[in-house]
């Protein structure tokens, strides 16, 4: 019986331990493909002539390498950004990036005289939303370097008072020998 139980337990941790090796190698796999991604982004824009069609690549391009980053930063259940946390903040700021990235695909379709037309109105959107999310995640960073540097007061408050408590018990308990 305590056999069956070992045995069962030993299959247990090797599916946890499965599931979360599948999660880590699909989620490095995940990173490679978007680096690939992004790598070719760059290669075809630094091929298009100067333009409005390039400056909608570009914008797309920035907008895209914010999200990414804001993702790294802002999608921890843990971060507080003071008005919301940080995955609803993140999932805000995704969705305003997405509208965007649409329009300036739909951009991209127009006729270059158009395209110069439209691009002011969505470049300042883009910077703004760009702008927007990187505070968002200084901002949480800073929160997090806050709240990790009280802990650390805190710890070592502890740690001191412990240490005065140790060093009076000594002193008393020598006076009490007989």
């Known amino acids: 019986m305590t056999t069956l139980i070992v045995v069962l337990v030993i299959i247990a941790l090797l599916v946890v331990a499965g599931v979360v090796m599948a999660k880590r190698?699909?989620?490095?796999s995940h990173d490679a493909v978007d680096r690939v991604r992004v790598q070719s982004q760059v290669r075809q824009t630094r091929l298009m002539a100067d333009g409005p069609s390039r400056d909608v690549a570009l914008l797309r391009q920035r907008l895209d390498a914010q999200l990414r980053a804001a993702?790294?930063?802002?999608?921890?259940?843990d971060g507080e950004v003071f008005r919301a946390d940080g995955p609803t903040v993140l999932a805000e700021v995704t969705k305003s990036a997405h509208e965007l990235d649409a329009s300036l695909v739909a951009i991209g379709e127009l006729t270059e005289a158009q395209q110069r037309e439209a691009l002011p109105a969505i470049t300042a959107q883009v910077d703004q939303l760009i702008d927007t999310t990187d505070t968002a995640c200084r901002t949480l960073l800073r929160t997090r370097a806050k709240t990790r540097s009280g802990e650390l007061d805190a710890l070592s408050s502890d740690i001191d008072f412990e240490a005065a408590s140790l060093a009076t018990y000594e002193r008393e308990r020598n006076d009490l020998t007989l």
């Open 25 to 28: 190698v699909d989620r490095s």
């Open 71 to 77: 993702r790294a930063v802002l999608e921890s259940p």
